[in-house]
């Protein structure tokens, strides 16, 4: 049975972008024991020693100059990262310096793929009628093979940018309740720009139509590293740690 269905994401980020700040040279930021074990090709968790209640936990590529951060109220966080990628990891209690950091190397995604997945087409779309509608009844809805980096800014408000995924799945009796990242690399770049989500599919939906929206990515890239230059931008999409497929967004 051929279904479809589309992811919209909102600009409110639950994972923050910003530039890079120089680290403290002294640790005077109460933490001790900084930890981080790989769940996952794309999970990963932080652990360490304070007597502070609130955090924030920050990660970036080694050779990136960009980071997320994530808050919490607890001294350990899970934190969702590109695979393959060398990252630095540090924190900071609320009102105190930043922690020294802890790096890691995250693996490659596993090609073991779950329900019988099998990978047809990734396409790009975009839109001007807004998130908020359903990708399949939005009648602005053009496929493109190149964008102007120009008119990328006005991600989410101007034009919507979609990446419609066509896929295979064997018939489950209950529904798939699955994690979603996808990530992004701009041309000749260490940069790791990322989204990640729940996704639920009905168990009898085999034939599968789904469009993401890539609207996060392109903000983060245009209000954080500037206009998005020509080139070639991989987008890898990965679920439940398995690699589901990619496709390279063109930039003229």
Request: hydrophobic letters at 40%.
């Amino acid at each position: 049975m051929k279904k479809h269905g589309a992811i919209a994401l909102l600009l409110i980020l639950s994972l923050c972008l910003t530039i890079t700040p120089a680290l403290a040279q002294e640790n005077n930021s109460g933490v001790s024991n900084l930890k981080a074990v790989i769940i996952s090709p794309f999970q990963v968790k932080v652990t360490w020693d304070s007597p502070d209640s609130a955090f924030r936990v920050f990660y970036q590529p080694v050779k990136g100059n960009l980071y997320y951060f994530v808050d919490v109220n607890t001294n350990s966080a899970l934190i969702y990262l590109a695979p393959l990628t060398d990252y630095m990891i540090w924190v900071q209690p609320e009102g105190k310096e930043v922690s020294e950091t802890v790096n890691i190397s995250t693996p490659k995604a596993s090609t073991q793929k779950e329900y019988g997945y099998r990978f047809r087409e990734f396409s790009f779309y975009t839109t001007t009628g807004g998130p908020e509608l359903n990708f399949f009844e939005d009648s602005s809805r053009v496929r493109v093979d190149k964008v102007q980096g120009a008119l990328m800014a006005g991600a989410g408000e101007a034009r919507n940018y979609y990446m419609l995924t066509e896929f295979n799945m064997s018939h489950a009796s209950q529904d798939r309740n699955m994690h979603y990242m996808l990530v992004m690399t701009p041309p000749n770049s260490f940069e790791r720009l990322l989204d990640h989500g729940d996704l639920t599919l009905p168990g009898h939906w085999t034939d599968i139509n789904y469009a993401f929206v890539l609207n996060k990515l392109i903000y983060s890239h245009t209000n954080y590293l500037g206009e998005m230059s020509p080139g070639k931008y991989s987008i890898d999409l990965i679920i439940n740690g398995w690699h589901a497929g990619g496709a390279e967004l063109i930039v003229e």
